[in-house]
Structure formats: C-alpha cells, structure tokens
C-alpha cells in the first residue's frame, strides 16, 4: 500500500491488476472501502479522499458534482490510467453516475452501495442547513455524527455491532467543519445523470432499512439503467459496507467473476 497526495487529495493505492476506483460517500474517507479490501486482490484499488473530505484539501471554487468528477478526472490522468471500475457509496454514486456519462470511455464497470441519483427535493433544505450547522465547529460536527449514527444504521447494527457505530461516528466527527459543509452543499444541489446512458455493467446494492437509498428508489434506478443488477440486504442501513462487509465481499466478488476481467 502506499498514500500519495495528488492534486491536492489525498490518495491510497493498493495492489494490481485492472484499475479500481473507489469514491466515497458525505462523510466518509478512503476508510469507507478498507472493511473490503479481502475481495479486491486483483485490482489495482484507487481510493482518494475527495476534496474536502477527511485528508484532502479543499479546492479554491465551492465543491459540486461537476468539480468532484473533474478531480477524479485529473487524478486518473495523473496516475496515467486510462480506464476503470468504479466503486461508490452515497454522494459518491452520484459523483460515479456523472463520471460514467461524461467520459463513458473511462468507466468500465460501476458498483454503487447506497446509491441515488439525487437527493429528493423534499430533503435539499435539510442537508443546506446542515452544512450551516457544520459550520458552527467541531461541537456541532459531534452532534451531526450522532444524528448519522442514530437515522442512517440499521436496528440491528445498532443493537449488535457497536464498533460500527463508532467507526460511523469517527468518520463524520474527523472531517474538517467547512469540507463537510461545502460536501453538503455539493449534495444539496446534485441533479441527476442521464443514467439512461449508462451502458456498462453495473451493480446496485442497498439496506432494507436504508432511508437514503429506499429499495423502491434504488429498484427505480435499476429499471433505469440497461442490464444492472439490483441486491438489497436484510438488517442493513446506509453505512453498506460497514454494517455487511461480508454480503458486499461476496456480491462483489460474483460481479467482477462475471466481467471476466482479463488480469
């Protein structure tokens, strides 16, 4: 494994083989990804933290989608990577849909975990004004992390899995008050792709009790997107790949077995 600052992000990478790109969702960090790194062996793994998130810096313009993708963009031409899959969670699938229909020459697979083409308009002014709270410092990011913990993990991770609630909580209250609040605001104003557009293989993976990618929504967006396969998990919330590492190891797993990936 090595870490790398590039462009400004802060940036881990580990193994080799075909390049895997792994995007992060709001509040989250590199660290999203490393509950499944066992199931990733043949991949050249690619995990930045994104501007403004955990370790990296923020950018001199105001975060968006738009500037998001372009960062990854400039990442992946830094590294001189042509091509990838790409793996996402949350905002990070947002970022990973527009990524795949702005350069569909650059995306070779998606795997997106909580996923969602935007937020419903009903929410946009509730995630404005948590990036208003987050902007009040490190007090307010503990009570937003503990929000989080409460509204976004399942009754059973709640109940028997203590330590992912911690690491949930880490991972908000570790972000910088004005990165998390320029996340927000990046997510409040996300559209959606024309995912209609999407023409590579693509896994869609939700929580039963996931309130941020509902399985009817996340059911939508498969019905939108030419071929893609649709997985919810029992006793899961939002936080996929910490309340079951094991089912995404092994949905995922099945995924790249079927893309017969040549190295």
């Not at 993708?69 to 001189?80: M, N, P, Q, T």
């Not at 969602?116 to 990036?131: D, F, G, H, Q, S």
Request: aromatic share 4%; charged share 15%; glycine share 8%.
């Amino acid at each position: 494994m090595t870490t790398q600052c590039i462009n400004g992000l802060a940036v881990e990478i580990d193994g080799e083989g075909e390049a895997l790109l792994c995007i992060h969702g709001l509040g989250g960090s590199s660290n999203t990804w490393t509950p499944l790194l066992a199931a990733l062996s043949g991949f050249k793994v690619i995990r930045p933290d994104l501007p403004g998130s955990a370790r990296s810096a923020l950018l001199q313009q105001p975060l968006s989608i738009e500037r998001y993708v372009a960062a990854l963009d400039g990442l992946l031409g830094s590294l001189k990577i042509e091509s990838v899959h790409v793996m996402a969670h949350s905002l990070g699938t947002i970022v990973a849909q527009h990524l795949a229909v702005s350069h569909p020459d650059k995306v070779k697979s998606l795997a997106l975990f909580g996923p969602l083409v935007a937020p419903p308009e009903a929410a946009r002014p509730n995630i404005t004004a948590r990036a208003a709270l987050a902007r009040s410092g490190a007090a307010a990011m503990q009570e937003i992390a503990d929000a989080i913990v409460k509204g976004a993990t399942s009754k059973e991770t709640k109940d028997q899995q203590p330590a992912v609630l911690a690491l949930v909580r880490e991972s908000v209250m570790r972000q910088s008050p004005e990165g998390y609040a320029q996340s927000c605001e990046a997510l409040a104003s996300a559209q959606s792709a024309a995912i209609e557009q999407i023409e590579v293989p693509t896994l869609l993976v939700t929580g039963d009790q996931d309130g941020v990618a509902p399985p009817v929504n996340v059911s939508a967006m498969a019905s939108r997107i030419p071929g893609s396969r649709h997985v919810v998990f029992d006793n899961c919330g939002h936080w996929t790949t910490f309340e079951k590492p094991q089912r995404c190891m092994q949905e995922l797993e099945q995924f790249y077995a079927s893309l017969k990936l040549t190295s």
